[in-house]
């Protein structure tokens, strides 16, 4: 499946990557890092309505820090 993943990012002009903001960010991080992405990536936090405020905030400062997002 990763095999597919990585042959249609190759034609890709962007990458759209969903995070369910509960989910273990690291694991996404491995990831989205195994992916060598090319191309700008858009994150989208999913299911930010079953978190608070802090594990929001947390998940965007967590992926900022991992460079896997350019804040715009």
């Keep these: 499946?990763?095999?597919?993943?990585?042959g249609a990012l190759e034609d890709a002009?962007?990458?759209?990557?969903?995070?369910?903001?509960?989910?273990?960010?690291?694991?996404?991080d491995a990831i989205f890092s195994a992916l060598k992405l090319?191309?700008?990536a858009v994150l989208v936090?999913?299911?930010?309505?079953?978190?608070?405020?802090?594990?929001?905030?947390?998940?965007?400062?967590?992926f900022l820090k991992n460079r896997i997002v350019k804040n715009w």
Aim: charged share 35%; aromatic share 4%; net charge negative.
């Design 38 to 40: 090319r191309v700008p």
């Design 13 to 28: 002009d962007v990458a759209l990557l969903i995070v369910d903001v509960n989910d273990n960010w690291e694991d996404c």
């Design 45 to 62: 936090l999913n299911k930010i309505d079953r978190a608070g405020q802090e594990r929001i905030q947390g998940a965007k400062d967590f």
């Design 1 to 6: 499946m990763m095999q597919s993943v990585k």
